[in-house]
């Protein structure tokens, strides 16, 4: 008898009732109660959703991040973060955001630095990097834990707690001095042993512990540590799943099989191939547990097919074999049925999270019963996947046409770098240290009902682009005020950088509530990519054009590039992620194209999602860089010399990718870099990077104003690693979540900033 479980549940509800709260909150509109009510409302609810599993996971709700959550249980924070006013939720939001809840509106309250935020694995989703410093300190506190498994303990169902487990925190973390991550074993595996012990007295039978690590390649001494952690963890009475996600072990899957834990979970979309020699590696009282339903993406399962490799091992395992989705489904939005305008057939070819329980469901059912009990459901599977396979919405020859006519002149700039900055330089005549932002402003409330206006139908095109036009108005003026150099229209007809071009693309579709948690209160709604890209029309040419209009300065275009678009969306499972990439590539690059026609000489393309999508293996880099940085230069560099290309990647990790983004050969590439104390830059000195980079003076995460004093610091720093007459002054990163009474003194310090530098000289 097969059982089955999960290994998260989207935590932001159905309608992201979590993320509203959150936000009135912050804003002071509601109070703690309010918010600890919502979190409860989205427990219990996403709880009676997973009613037909035979373990419920708890402690997978987070207000913000579950890996904040982890540092805060294990009572791990950073010093400045410790005599703060306020209760431990306030403490909470500070290291999560840079300031507490209270005093939201006052720029006077005491705030400290947000923790560092990054990227959680191969994932669009970000947790705040524990920061280990010598003296870092550990001290249990599982009670926001306890409660949560008190809570659902009142359903009367059979619980399992999920934490991150010791060494994938460790992994986690960022020594800020000279120590090293697993100098803190020692302390750690004392406060998992307690907690284990905890959870034992509140009658939990398994823990789920994630160790994702394991599925990267681990230096020796990690696995040393491993080894020794999961001994000491071993002498506890609960029973732990040791958990892995996002990748096949690989080189691990030996070490892993002889961790003395009392099961495993091993996502068996990716590591289908490692099942059989797991199987044969337990031990009578192991249980195995396989994520059989990707839980990374948004499509039906194959479920016979499924069937057909399963029966056999649940034949053998019995009831030590445990069905689950790959990894948690915060990655996945929650519920298909709320959509009610997706076309029929594609919905047919989707499964959110709610429905990829139901898929486990009848896996269980089908494993347990014989397939002849769930026929119909098990048929109906079967024509989805028939009408997916041979939809002529697919495949269109054209697109595959221009594919294969793509050679190596189409990647490749006219000159080099030297030769198209001095045409650039006699074109712009920008001072030195030049600002500009990275291309996104306030969204404020009147922007987004429009823009929900015209979406509905309820107002005609004239006044949708009378309104905009009046918002880029108000954003190109404001600049010009500030004094910006390069100046952008601002955004304000897009709701989010991918879902834009994802609605004007032909091969995509986009859901009405499909969000998926990107960090703390931020949610993301990735447009689905399900059959081959084409660009009939333009798509930013007519607003970009009429900015340009409105000002003598020049006018940044702003596109999203094509590793970015693969990457923030739910892509097809049907062809090899390389060729839709280049799909997207040629789509955008008539975009580029067109443009360039209408005078637009600055056009940026955004890879901020680049890095992100580096396979968790190192050995798997170098195959997708090769791909991903062809997309990129394919889009990018049909240009003139005289067409300045500038690239933005928000966040701060270039060490080991430096070639490929020197590869890129962008003329100004602009990163996040604030939060890392300009240290960033020393992979671009020690490359030469030849190139001209914009390094963000300041963090755009966090409501804090930054100070001219601290810019001009700060790009005195970058200034001792990058030639000055390469360097811009810009933010982090977008403004889009900021308010207009906070984007607009940070931008006037910021340019107060780079005229004092020039002054200077
Ligand atoms: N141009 C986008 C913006 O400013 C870039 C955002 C991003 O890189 N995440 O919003
Ligand atoms: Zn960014």
């Known amino acids: 008898m097969a059982l ?15 993320k509203f709260a959150l936000e009135s909150f912050w804003q002071g509109k509601s109070t703690e109660a309010d918010l600890h009510a919502t979190a409860q409302a989205i427990r219990s609810k996403n709880w009676q959703v997973q009613a037909s599993l035979d373990f419920t996971p708890v402690g997978d709700f987070s207000f913000y991040d579950h890996v904040l959550d982890t540092s805060f249980m294990l009572g791990h924070l950073p ?48 947790y705040i990097v524990p920061e280990l410093t010598q003296g870092s300190e550990f001290k249990l506190n599982a009670t926001a834990l306890l409660s949560q498994i008190k809570e659902a303990q009142q359903f009367g169902r059979a619980i399992k707690p999920v934490i991150i487990g010791p060494a994938t925190y460790l992994w986690l973390s960022k020594p800020k001095d000279k120590s090293h991550p697993l100098e803190f074993a020692q302390q750690l595996v004392e406060q998992y042993i ?18 994702p690590i394991l599925v990267t390649e681990l230096e020796k001494p990690w696995l040393d540590t491993i080894d020794a952690l999961y001994k000491a963890l071993s002498d506890t009475p609960i029973k732990l799943l040791l958990t892995t996600y996002f990748g096949s072990l690989g080189e691990n899957l030996h070490f892993t099989s002889q961790l003395p834990v009392a099961g495993f979970h091993l996502d068996a979309i990716n590591a289908q191939h490692e099942v059989e020699f797991l199987t044969n590696q337990l031990t009578d009282n192991q249980i195995l547990s ?107 020859p054209i697109v595959q046409n221009a594919l294969s006519a793509i050679t190596k002149t189409d990647e490749a700039r006219d000159s080099g770098y030297e030769t198209r900055a001095a045409i650039q330089s006699k074109q712009f005549h920008l001072p030195l240290y030049p600002t500009t932002t990275i291309g996104s402003f306030p969204q404020t409330e009147d922007i987004r009902k429009i823009r929900q206006q015209f979406k509905r139908g309820d107002i005609r095109f004239s006044d949708y682009q009378h309104k905009i036009r009046e918002a880029i108005n108000e954003c190109v003026s404001i600049q010009e005020a500030i004094g910006l150099d390069v100046l952008v229209h601002g955004e304000a007809e ?29 949610c993301v709604k990735p447009p689905i990519l399900f059959g081959d890209i084409s660009r009939p029309f333009p798509m930013t040419v007519s ?62 393309i955004d890879e901020a999602a680049l890095r992100e999508g580096l396979p968790l293996k190192k050995s798997e880099w170098q195959a997708y860089l090769d791909w991903a940085i062809k997309a990129f230069k394919v889009t990018a560099n049909g240009v003139k010399d005289s067409t300045q290309i500038h690239t933005h990647m928000c966040y701060s990790e270039f060490n080991d990718i430096i070639e490929a983004i020197a590869d890129m050969d962008a003329d100004v590439i602009t990163i996040e870099t604030s939060r890392s104390d300009m240290e960033l830059l020393d992979v671009f000195q020690h490359f030469n990077y ?36 390469r360097l811009w002054v810009n933010p982090d990163c977008g403004l889009k979540t900021r308010q207009w009474s906070e984007v607009t003194p940070a931008l006037e310090n910021m340019v107060a900033a780079a005229k004092e530098l020039r002054a200077e000289g």
């Not at 209760?87 to 005093?103: E, I, K, P, T, W």
């Not at 709701?495 to 009405?512: A, I, P």
């Not at 006018?555 to 090899?576: A, E």
């Open 4 to 18: 089955t479980h999960n290994l998260g549940f989207p935590r932001i509800g159905a309608n992201r009732e979590l």
């Open 79 to 126: 010093e400045r973060a410790k005599n703060i006013d306020g209760n431990r939720l306030d403490q909470y939001f500070s290291v999560a955001r840079g300031r507490s809840a209270r005093n939201q509106n006052t720029n006077a309250c005491p705030h400290i630095h947000a923790g560092e935020m990054t990227k959680w694995f191969d994932t669009n989703y970000h």
């Open 194 to 211: 307690d907690l284990l012990t905890l959870l034992s007295e509140h009658q939990v039978e398994w823990v789920q512990i994630d160790e």
């Open 290 to 396: 396989l994520g059989v339903i990707n839980g990374r993406n948004v499509w039906v399962s194959d479920l016979n097919a499924t069937l057909n490799w399963l029966e056999p091992i649940s034949n053998k395992l019995k009831h030590r074999l445990w069905l689950a989705p790959s990894c948690s489904l915060i990655h996945v939005p929650v519920d298909l049925n709320s959509e009610d305008k997706l076309d029929d057939e594609i919905k047919s070819w989707l499964s959110f999270a709610h429905q990829k329980l139901q898929e486990l469901a009848i896996l269980k059912q089908a494993l347990n019963h014989g397939r002849h009990t769930v026929e119909s459901e098990l048929d109906q599977n079967s024509k989805a996947l028939e009408s997916r396979a041979s939809s002529a919405r697919i495949h269109n």
């Open 494 to 522: 897009r709701n989010d950088m991918v879902e834009y071009f994802g609605e004007q693309l032909q091969g995509y579709t986009f859901s009405q509530f499909g969000w998926v948690q990107s960090y703390g209160s931020r």
């Open 543 to 604: 607003w970009t054009k009429y900015a340009q209009a409105q000002t003598s300065k020049p006018m940044k275009g702003m596109l999203t590039g094509p590793v970015t678009l693969l990457n923030w969306s739910f892509v097809r499972d049907d062809q090899p992620r390389s060729v839709t990439a280049l799909q997207l590539a040629l789509a955008i690059k008539s975009e580029v194209l067109d443009l360039e026609k209408a005078g637009i000489n600055i056009i940026q």
């Open 690 to 725: 030849p190139n001209q980079i914009g390094p963000g003076v300041y963090d755009i995460h966090s409501p804090n104003l930054p100070t001219k004093e601290s810019i001009v610091a700060l790009m005195r720093k970058a200034a001792e690693r990058i030639p000055k007459e």
